[in-house]
C-alpha cells in the first residue's frame, strides 16, 4: 500500500504528479486525511495530506501545489516516475509567486520520524504522508513502502509582482 489510496483506479502507484496553478484544488474530488492553516510568505495557506497526497493553496498568492499519485489535469504539470526517477527542479511563476520545487526519491528509511511536522498522516505502517512549513517554503515526505522510497520536496516561494514565465513548471535538472 503507498501513502495513497491504491483502491481507486485513477491511483497510478508508479507515477506521480506535481502541479502548480492559482485557483484552489478541486475539493470534490480530493478525500482530505488531515489540513490545516498556516503562515507561508506572511500569508494564511491551506495544507492538507489528501488520498493521493497532499496540497498546498495560498489564496493571497495565487498559488496551489499538489503533489499526486492521480493524474492531473491543472495550469501545469511535471510527471515523475516511481520509484528509479531522478532528481527534479521545477519552476513555476504566477502574478504575486515565484515558486522552486526540488523533488528527490530517496530510501524509504530516510524518513525523518519523530520530527515536529505542521501537519502528518500515517496511513498504516510506514506509509506516511508529512508537512513541515518553515516561513517561505515548506518539505513534504511521502512514503512508499511496496516501491522502498521517499518522496521529499522542498518548495521555496519568493513574492513578486512581475513574475514571467506564468503558470508553466520549467524542469530545470
Given at each position: 500500500?503507498?501513502?495513497?489510496?491504491?483502491?481507486?483506479?485513477?491511483?497510478?502507484?508508479?507515477?506521480?504528479?506535481?502541479?502548480?496553478?492559482?485557483?484552489?484544488?478541486?475539493?470534490?474530488?480530493?478525500?482530505v486525511f488531515a489540513e490545516t492553516t498556516v503562515g507561508l510568505c506572511g500569508?494564511?495557506?491551506?495544507?492538507?495530506?489528501?488520498?493521493?497526497?497532499?496540497?498546498?493553496?495560498?489564496?493571497?498568492?495565487?498559488?496551489?501545489?499538489?503533489?499526486?499519485?492521480?493524474?492531473?489535469?491543472?495550469?501545469a504539470v511535471a510527471e515523475l516516475p516511481l520509484p528509479e526517477g531522478e532528481?527534479?527542479?521545477?519552476?513555476?511563476?504566477?502574478?504575486?509567486?515565484?515558486?522552486?520545487?526540488?523533488?528527490?526519491?530517496?530510501?524509504?528509511?530516510?524518513?525523518?520520524?519523530?520530527?515536529?511536522?505542521?501537519?502528518?498522516?500515517?496511513?498504516?505502517?510506514?506509509?506516511?504522508?508529512?508537512?513541515?512549513?518553515?516561513?517561505?517554503?515548506?518539505?513534504?515526505?511521502?512514503?512508499?513502502?511496496?516501491?522502498?522510497?521517499?518522496?521529499?520536496?522542498?518548495t521555496d516561494l519568493q513574492r513578486t509582482d512581475d513574475a514571467t514565465d506564468?503558470?508553466?513548471?520549467?524542469?530545470?535538472?
Amino acid at each position: 500500500m503507498t501513502s495513497s489510496s491504491t483502491t481507486d483506479p485513477e491511483v497510478h502507484t508508479e507515477r506521480l504528479f506535481v502541479g502548480f496553478g492559482s485557483d484552489s484544488p478541486d475539493c470534490d474530488r480530493l478525500t482530505v486525511f488531515a489540513e490545516t492553516t498556516v503562515g507561508l510568505c506572511g500569508t494564511p495557506a491551506e495544507v492538507a495530506v489528501i488520498g493521493s497526497s497532499h496540497y498546498v493553496y495560498a489564496p493571497d498568492l495565487g498559488f496551489r501545489e499538489i503533489i499526486s499519485c492521480k493524474s492531473l489535469s491543472h495550469d501545469a504539470v511535471a510527471e515523475l516516475p516511481l520509484p528509479e526517477g531522478e532528481d527534479r527542479r521545477l519552476r513555476y511563476a504566477g502574478e504575486s509567486v515565484i515558486a522552486e520545487t526540488a523533488v528527490a526519491i530517496r530510501d524509504i528509511d530516510t524518513y525523518p520520524g519523530g520530527h515536529d511536522f505542521e501537519l502528518a498522516h500515517e496511513f498504516e505502517p510506514d506509509a506516511y504522508t508529512a508537512i513541515a512549513v518553515d516561513g517561505d517554503g515548506y518539505e513534504t515526505y511521502h512514503t512508499y513502502p511496496e516501491h522502498g522510497c521517499l518522496v521529499y520536496s522542498r518548495t521555496d516561494l519568493q513574492r513578486t509582482d512581475d513574475a514571467t514565465d506564468a503558470d508553466s513548471p520549467v524542469d530545470q535538472r
